[in-house]
């Protein structure tokens, strides 16, 4: 008969353990996939993503990339406009400086601010041909904004028109600016029409090409097609219709003295030309866009103008330019006549009265006078 079995006599097989292990249960999510247990090794595989989800979450990011490339041209465009409106300041302020005082004294104070009162404005284009010369007006015109009205008008004077000037008797208009410079040139604007003029603006036609190259450019739209005589090294041609001119054809087609394609063309229509070219490089500063666009050059574009119009005046005039329903283009007219040899316009008193008023406001629409 055996003995009876002892237990520290039984000594376990090396392959034995006195303990077993007890493996913990599998832990699933809402979602059905078991995670990563505590051992270390994967207790089962994540389920493919759905083809949604993954468009769903690259939209997410494009988004994402998309909201911050606009955050930084907006902080770009915001950066740049500051800079640009310093410089379009400072380069006003410099014009501001230019103006002589006795300019100042000629010019009459408005009634009122810009923004409920009509002004009077001079815009004056001038020619120096060199170091010494006192320069020619080649161009005047009488703008007024009326922005309670809604209402521009500009008012051409021709340079052949013959005037009193005060201390040299009758002479051309166009003769008080190399007389006495712009001051005499608005003294004698005054005695002929009786209009206050408030601002002054003069446009350096050595740097007009400058100005309108600055703004990109202008547009007009030409009546009749053009040819001219020779100047400036060459013959000009203009189709009639819409143009765009940078600023060495704007500068050619304003000096078009006379048009081998149509005889009938006169002074008058020349100075059509200039009010075009004015007025659409008026229209363009009166643009913030063109003025402040990333490829404009703001001091580029004032550099050529002397005016007393400060920074805030011009922003408001570009404001009232923008708003108008009306523009109302007027010239003065007159009889052609000779003296001494050169072409004069004698002037019509009442009938160029009567054009005055209606480039006021305040009367019926008429026609220049022009006979021969």
């Known amino acids: 008969m055996n003995p009876p079995l002892i237990l520290r006599d039984v000594v376990s097989a090396p392959a034995d353990k006195p303990y077993r292990v007890y493996r913990q249960p599998r832990r699933v999510r809402g979602d059905g996939s078991i995670p990563w247990d505590t051992a270390g090794a994967a207790t089962a595989s994540k389920p493919p993503r759905k083809q949604g989800e993954r468009r769903n979450r690259i939209g997410w990011r494009l988004f994402r990339y998309s909201r911050r490339l606009l955050y930084v041209v907006i902080l770009g465009a915001v950066v740049w406009s500051g800079v640009a409106y310093w410089s379009f300041r400072g380069a006003v302020k410099d014009s501001n400086d230019r103006v002589p005082d006795k300019v100042m004294r000629a010019l009459s104070p408005a009634n009122g601010p810009i923004m409920t009162t009509p002004i009077n404005i001079l815009v004056l284009g001038s020619d120096t041909r060199g170091k010494g010369d006192t320069g020619r007006s080649d161009s005047m015109i009488l703008m007024r904004v009326d922005i309670p009205r809604r209402r521009v008008a500009m008012l051409s004077i021709p340079r052949d ?149 400060t920074e805030s005046q011009i922003m408001a005039l570009a404001f009232g330019k923008t708003w108008a329903k009306h523009t109302v283009h007027c010239r003065l007219g007159g009889d052609i006549d000779m003296v001494g040899g050169q072409s004069v316009i004698r002037g019509d008193g009442e009938a160029n009265r009567a054009v005055v008023r209606m480039w006021e406001g305040t009367g019926q629409p008429v026609e220049p006078k022009l006979t021969a």
Not at 183 to 210: K, M
Not at 211 to 216: D, F, M
Not at 243 to 253: D, F, S
Not at 284 to 307: E, Q
Request: charged content about 25%; overall charge positive.
């Open 161 to 309: 028109l013959r005037v009193p000037i005060k201390g040299y008797g009758d002479e051309k208009v166009n003769a008080a600016y190399s007389l006495g410079g712009p001051a005499l040139t608005i003294d004698t604007l005054h005695s002929l029409t009786g209009v206050d003029i408030n601002h002054y603006a003069e446009i350096n036609f050595r740097g007009f090409r400058q100005l309108i190259n600055a703004v990109g450019g202008i547009y007009l739209v030409n009546p009749h097609a053009i040819r001219s005589n020779k100047f400036d090294g060459q013959v000009w041609r203009f189709k009639k219709g819409e143009l765009h001119l940078n600023g060495r054809r704007a500068l050619a087609y304003s000096r078009v003295r006379e048009n081998l394609l149509n005889p009938n063309d006169s002074d008058f229509t020349r100075g059509a030309r200039q009010q075009q070219v004015i007025d659409s490089v008026v229209h363009k500063l009166a643009s913030v866009d063109s003025v402040l666009h990333p490829r404009r050059n703001p001091r580029a574009a004032i550099k050529p103008i002397t005016t007393d119009i």
